[in-house]
């Protein structure tokens, strides 16, 4: 080969070694791309975000409990009823599950509130906690007044659609899981009786914690 080809190949295969190391450099020295989760809730007059409504409620061991105990928390809520012999065992089954893969990670509660404050006392969700062997320090089961839980669910987690005052005859019966982030804003909505979605709910979760 002529020394000249030998140079003008040589000089080629170069470049071309310097384009593959600059593609490269540039494809893993840009920040990773992460899933982002969309936040649930009508905006303020001013463009707010919506957020989860302070209260103000009893668990399981008679402990007063406010939103200020999942401060910084990842935290998935529901509500339901002791007695309950309709959809309620299935969700209690599913949220269970996904208690179970982080009851190890301090940055992920529940908060469980039940529809029946008039039956559901402290000492009522005691035994159903128990009975499902969790923390209670991960997992508060509420009660407290009827007016204000009914208004939690339909105006705060917004998971029922119904119209009502709270009072004797009114009554509020949803399937719907809420995940809140860490700064008390809803980021999905999950049929707490579907395992696929319960599933989804677990990798969004994982999602949150790397946010």
């Known amino acids: 080969m002529a020394k000249g080809s030998f140079f003008r190949y040589s000089t080629i295969a170069l470049g071309m070694v310097v384009l593959v190391a600059i593609f490269f450099v540039y494809k893993y020295s840009q920040p990773e791309h992460k899933a982002m989760l969309p936040y649930y809730g009508p905006e303020g007059t001013n463009g707010e975000p919506h957020y989860v409504s302070p209260f103000s409620l009893l668990d ?3 402990t007063t409990i406010t939103k200020n105990a999942y401060k910084d928390k990842i935290f998935v809520a529901d509500f339901f009823f002791t007695t309950c012999q309709g959809i309620c065992p299935l969700m209690s089954e599913q949220m269970l599950r996904v208690y179970h893969t982080f009851e190890n990670n301090n940055d992920v509660m ?6 029946d404050p008039g039956h559901d006392r402290p000492y009522v969700l ?63 909505y999950y049929d707490g009786t579907d395992s696929v ?3 989804k709910l677990i990798g969004d979760i994982n999602i949150l914690l790397q946010e």
């Open 60 to 62: 399981q061991d008679s």
């Open 110 to 115: 529940f908060l469980s509130h039940t529809v």
């Open 197 to 199: 979605d319960v599933n």
């Open 126 to 188: 005691k035994g159903y906690a128990e009975r499902r062997g969790v923390d209670a320090r991960h997992w508060h089961f509420v009660t407290g007044d009827k007016k204000e839980i009914y208004d939690l669910a339909r105006y705060s987690y917004m998971v029922d659609a119904s119209e009502g005052d709270g009072g004797p005859t009114d009554f509020v019966h949803t399937d719907n899981f809420a995940l809140v982030d860490r700064e008390g804003r809803i980021r999905g």
